[in-house]
Structures are given as structure tokens and as C-alpha cells.
């Protein structure tokens, strides 16, 4: 239908861009990263977030040339950053039904002379749903490229510790759900607390993502997170931003 055909055209026309949110270490106090987080800019609806167009991205297969499209854009971003600061790039699940994935990942890198430590894959827990053995097979053909592997949203899904016993992940991003009522609910900061331990445990980092007060940040510290992400730090930014934030930085 029209917003199939929309979707055709914004491809073919670059309609896309990329926002930007920082990924912070409170212990190193410095940035250590952005994560790209794509919109589309309709000629008409305006700005359309991704929760709107990545559900039927995914259905029509457009999901693959627009994915190719935003790891291209964010690693030629990446490539006049400080060596220090990573790029972090959403993985939708249905791309690891595309056996050309590593390829695609691997001639992004070489054509922004990115070196892989510097592009993280996020993830999430559904990916292990369907198909555990393909999917870490893939996983594990994604490490050899040399990027690193991050597990988004973690504590949503439904497999419970399994999966990180089946891959072995560079970082858990624990979901803002959790961080939400951290001020007010001592479950979710026991689990949050456990979650840390736990990762610390793999040799896997952590982060807290959709942290928005310092309430929060005192909580996540004290139960040992010392990565966050969130509305507290900055919103997402455009890449003008990024740059500002960059250059701060020295
Ligand atoms: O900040 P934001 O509203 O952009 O993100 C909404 C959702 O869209 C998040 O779950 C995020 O992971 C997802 N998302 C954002 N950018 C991308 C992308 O490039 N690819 C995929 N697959 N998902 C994305
Ligand atoms: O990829 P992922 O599903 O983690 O995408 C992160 C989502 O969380 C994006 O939609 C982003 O805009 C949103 N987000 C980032 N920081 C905050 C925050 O502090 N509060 C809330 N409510 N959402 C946030
Ligand atoms: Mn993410
Ligand atoms: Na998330």
C-alpha cells in the first residue's frame, strides 16, 4: 500500500537521517560512544519515528537496504571521531536471516576505513526465539569481523539467562523499564544490582539505558552500573550536535 510505496521511494531518494545519543561513562567521565538511531524524513508527515516505519520495513524487506544504508552513514560519521569513541548501530532480528549480513557490516567498515573495535551491533533477546543455532553461527561470523556485540534491552524478552550462556556478548544494555522506577521500587533496583554482578561476572559491561534524573544515576552507581544512557546526559542529536560534543571533549 502507499506507505510501502513511500517507503520504496525514500530509499531510492535518501529520505533518511541519523540522530545521535551519547553513551556515558561515569567512571571514566567521558563519552565513550553514540548510538544511531535512524528517522525519516517524509515529504510530507514530517520527521516519522522508526517505531512507526521499522515493523513494516521488516515485513516489505526494506529493512535490508535501509539498514545497509545506516551502517554506511554512521560509520562514515565515525570515521572523524577520536579513536576512543565507538558507534553503535540497532540490528533488527530479521537481518539474521541474511546470510549476506557479515559481508554488508564488513564493506561498511572498509569503505569508512572504520577498524571494527569501533562499531557495535546492538541486538535484542528476540533475535534467540526462533533459531538459537543460526543465530549465534551468525553472531559468531560478526565477531570475526572484529565489531563488538551488544545485547539491547535486555530483560524484556522472554528466553531467560540462556542466551548468554549460548554467546558470549561484549555489553548488556539493561532496559530503561528498569531504570524508570529505580527511585521508588527496590525490586528493580535488586535486579538491576544482580544484572551488573552478573555481567561483571561474564567479563561483559554494562549500561543503563532511558536514565533521566539523578536520583537514577545515584541509584545505578550505588548497585555498580557505571554507563549510562539517557535523556540526563542528552536526548538524541543530529550529527552538528555530535560534533559540538566531540570537540568538547579534547
Ligand atoms: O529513539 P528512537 O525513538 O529512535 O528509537 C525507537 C526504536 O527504534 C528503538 O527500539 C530503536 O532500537 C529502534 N531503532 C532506531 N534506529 C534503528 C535502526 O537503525 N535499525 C533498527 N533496526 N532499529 C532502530
Ligand atoms: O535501541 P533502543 O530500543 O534501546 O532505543 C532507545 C530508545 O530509547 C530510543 O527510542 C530513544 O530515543 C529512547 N530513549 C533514550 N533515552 C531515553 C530516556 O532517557 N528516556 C526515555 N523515555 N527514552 C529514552
Ligand atoms: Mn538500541
Ligand atoms: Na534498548
Redesign the pocket.
Known amino acids: 500500500h502507499q506507505m510501502e510505496l513511500d517507503m520504496r521511494e525514500a530509499v531510492r531518494e535518501g529520505q533518511f537521517i ?2 545521535y ?1 551519547p553513551l556515558f561513562s561515569l567512571e571514566q567521565d567521558r563519552v565513550m560512544g553514540f ?5 525519516w524524513q517524509h515529504p510530507l508527515r514530517g520527521i516519522v ?3 512507526e516505519f ?1 515493523p513494516l ?2 515485513d516489505t524487506g526494506l ?1 535490508v537496504p ?2 545497509e544504508w ?1 551502517l554506511n552513514e554512521a560509520c562514515q560519521h565515525a570515521r572523524h571521531w577520536p579513536e576512543s569513541v565507538r558507534i553503535a ?4 532480528p530479521v ?1 539474521f536471516k541474511n546470510p549476506g549480513l557479515p559481508l554488508m557490516v564488513m564493506q561498511a567498515l572498509d569503505a569508512a576505513k572504520l577498524a571494527p573495535n569501533r562499531l557495535e551491533l ?1 541486538v ?1 533477546e528476540s533475535l534467540f526465539i526462533e533459531n538459537v543455532e543460526r543465530t549465534t553461527a551468525m553472531l559468531n561470523a560478526l565477531r570475526e569481523c572484529g565489531v563488538r556485540i551488544a545485547l ?2 535486555f530483560g524484556t524478552g522472554y528466553s531467560s539467562l540462556n542466551y548468554l550462556r549460548s554467546f558470549p556478548f561484549d555489553k548488556i544494555k539493561i532496559d530503561k523499564s528498569f531504570v524508570n522506577d529505580l527511585a521508588t521500587d527496590s525490586s528493580s533496583r535488586a535486579i538491576i544490582g544482580a544484572i551488573t554482578a552478573l555481567a561483571s561476572a561474564l567479563g561483559m559491561e554494562t549500561i543503563a539505558e532511558g536514565v533521566e534524573d539523578i536520583v537514577q544515576l545515584e541509584a545505578l552507581r550505588s548497585q555498580g552500573c557505571s554507563n549510562i544512557q539517557g535523556y540526563l546526559f542528552s536526548r ?1 542529536v543530529g550529527i552538528e550536535h555530535v560534533d559540538a560534543m566531540i570537540a568538547n571533549m579534547r
Open positions: 541519523l540522530n545519543q548510538e544511531a538511531l535512524v528517522r519515528s522508526p517505531i521499522i520495513a521488516e529493512i535501509i539498514s545506516v548501530v540497532n540490528l533488527s537481518l546492538e535484542t539491547d534491552d538524541p
